[in-house]
């Protein structure tokens, strides 16, 4: 069962498991917010458990592994995935407080990357931290948000 996450009263529903709970949980919001106020869509996150939610992770684990050899040590707690204005938005929120995305646009020549962000407060994984850096960005739902990204290459 997904759950519509709330950006006016932030909960760490799915995450209580994180360390970060709290930070992840207003990460989480943000971008839920995010998604509201530019494309009126409401985001619904599933547990990692779940079926649908299995093969996002696997999409987006082989992304990393094939473009940059990447293999996220973390547990991924949820995940969700967001079709607007020709997009693919695919979004995994792991246990370290790390959250990934991949936007894809779905037609040739558009815009393809995937995004990485740190929970307020979280040290930059051991799999990140010599491939990035990362600018910091303040939310009022999430902190202080560190980001980075990298350009998707592939077809996917």
Known sequence: MGYAVDFLNVSTVGLESSPMAAALAGLRANEARYFKNKYDHTFTTEPASSAKARKL????AKILKQERDIVIE???LEATECKVDGIRWTYVFYESGLSIN???TLEDKGKRAVGFKLSDGMDVPAELAEKFKFARQKSKLAGTI????????GEY
């Not at 992770?57 to 987006?60: D, E, K, L, P, T």
């Open 57 to 60: 992770i696997s999409y987006v």
């Open 146 to 153: 560190r980001g980075s990204f990298f350009v998707i290459k």
């Open 74 to 76: 973390s547990r991924p």
């Open 102 to 104: 991949v936007l894809y």
